[in-house]
């Protein structure tokens, strides 16, 4: 099975990881070793590390396109070719269109998506659709197609 197009992203905006960060400080905060929350403490730096390894995964072959979202997608899931009925390029707006990063269930179908703003959305014949973010999202749309001309 060749891979044609390959694309792992892991959340990189600052300003999340200054929010991850400073949880476990926070439950450490004035350093009151008398008054520490030791709970509050192991599950933020479970947070920051559950985050740390989230990454999402997206690859085609001339089978499919395959996706994980892991850690909560053990396995990888597939959407063959034969299943996609248009593949589009498009520019979005991850927090009103979607609600934000992650795995996203909107108005606009689903999104898998980690950062920005650019993506791929995959129109099926059954009617649903789903969007990939994407930072090669034009690459992404161009191999996706001519996988599906094959």
């Known amino acids: ?17 200054l929010i991850l ?11 009151d ?11 933020s730096i479970a947070i920051l590390v559950f985050f740390y390894f ?27 070719l034969s299943e996609i009925k248009k593949i589009e390029a498009v520019k979005y707006r991850p927090i009103i269109d979607y609600g934000g990063w992650g795995i996203k269930y909107g108005f606009n179908g689903k999104a898998y998506n980690v950062s920005g703003n650019f993506g ?3 129109y099926l014949s059954n009617g649903k659709n789903i969007l990939f973010g994407s930072k090669k999202y034009k690459k992404f749309e161009k191999v996706l197609k001519n996988a599906m001309k094959q």
Do not use: C, D
């Open 21 to 31: 960060f400073s949880l476990p400080v926070f439950a450490v905060y004035p350093f």
């Open 54 to 80: 989230l990454e999402l995964r997206v690859f085609i072959t001339e089978e499919g396109l395959y996706y994980q979202f892991f850690p909560i997608h053990i396995k990888k899931h597939v959407i063959k």
């Open 33 to 43: 070793v008398n008054n520490l929350n030791l709970s509050y403490i192991v599950v």
């Open 120 to 122: 791929v959305k995959i």
């Open 1 to 17: 099975m060749e891979v044609l197009f390959n694309e792992n992203q892991k959340f990189s905006q600052w300003w999340l990881w």
